[in-house]
């Protein structure tokens, strides 16, 4: 590894592959919770929701370098908020305590089915506003919004307070990580995964576990979501033969659609069941593929509105 770079880090297949992965550790991470998993074993999902923010905020401004904020908000409705809107319109008829008022709260990202959709449009909506109005303070006041995150949010948001900006700071320093020595990045990411490791054996110690819910247990997590998923974020450079992974690949282009699908799907495996688990991916797959075809097909839709 010695004068070794990752000259290619986080690169677009790297990137897809990535998001590939954050999304089968939610899945499974949801799966475990659903089985009862240790507590200890089912943070998998956690990891998962910290890596797809980092790629997210370091997609974000990777594509900000390029095109500004043109057309930025046109992307996001017709990737996310449009298919999203869709989504829980369709669910809405199957929900047994359907209300117009909880509805609109949802499809309004105030008080989502799916908190991590309306977190991420939060991430979007103030990445725009510092971009559009205070470009040269992005930094500083993303990290004031994620001490804002971890103070006053919730705990799901809360722990992944800096996972977006961390992914907007890595975009910020790329061509320096892409020089910096090989070993140097492995040995940093190896210190913040131990630094993880021990704030969640931390967390176990059921003096400590009984804190749940307080800030003081919000920072404790929010030392062990982050920096546990680093050694993850460089898989692709130490071995890239995850890239050509059909299975990431999948994963990666319909992660979006993975995500709604298999939590709409989860009552399907209450109880731990391997021809329940068969048939619960089977229909995972098949509706994510059929769900991502349609969203493409809005995107083309989109296209022509826009040429037009």
Not at 47 to 60: D, K, R, T
């Amino acid at each position: 590894m010695r004068n070794h770079t990752f000259s290619h880090l986080w690169q677009t297949d790297q990137t897809n592959c990535l998001r590939g992965i954050a999304t089968l550790f939610i899945v499974i991470g949801h799966i475990l919770i659903e089985w009862n998993a240790y507590r200890v074993v089912n943070i998998t999902g956690a990891i998962g929701v910290a890596m797809f923010l980092f790629m997210s905020g370091y997609g974000m401004h990777e594509s900000y370098k390029v095109s500004g904020l043109k057309h930025f908000w046109r992307k996001r409705f017709l990737r996310i908020i449009l298919p999203y809107w869709i989504f829980i319109t369709v669910l809405a008829p199957f929900k047994a305590d359907f209300t117009l008022h909880d509805y609109l709260l949802d499809i309004a990202f105030i008080n989502s089915s799916y908190w991590f959709i309306a977190y991420l449009v939060r991430c979007y909506l103030l990445y725009w506003l510092i971009q559009r109005f205070v470009p040269s303070r992005l930094l500083t006041l993303y990290f004031i919004g994620g001490i804002l995150t971890l103070n006053l949010c919730q705990q799901l948001e809360a722990q992944q307070a800096f996972s977006f900006l961390a992914g907007v700071l890595a975009s910020c320093h790329i061509e320096r990580l892409r020089h910096t020595e090989g070993r140097r990045l492995l040995w940093a990411s190896g210190i913040c995964f131990l630094i993880a490791f021990a704030f969640l054996m931390l967390k176990e110690i059921p003096a400590v576990h009984a804190y749940k819910g307080s800030l003081i247990y919000h920072y404790i997590l929010v030392m062990i979501m982050l920096p546990i998923c680093m050694p993850l974020l460089l898989l692709p450079s130490v071995f890239p033969i995850l890239v050509r992974s059909r299975l990431l690949y999948f994963c990666g282009i319909c992660s979006f659609e993975i995500y709604l699908v298999h939590m709409a799907l989860l009552p399907m495996i209450e109880e731990p069941d391997l021809l329940r688990a068969v048939a619960y991916l089977a229909a995972t797959i098949l509706l994510t593929w059929l769900f991502y075809k349609f969203n493409q097909q809005l995107k083309r839709w989109g296209g022509l509105l826009q040429s037009r």
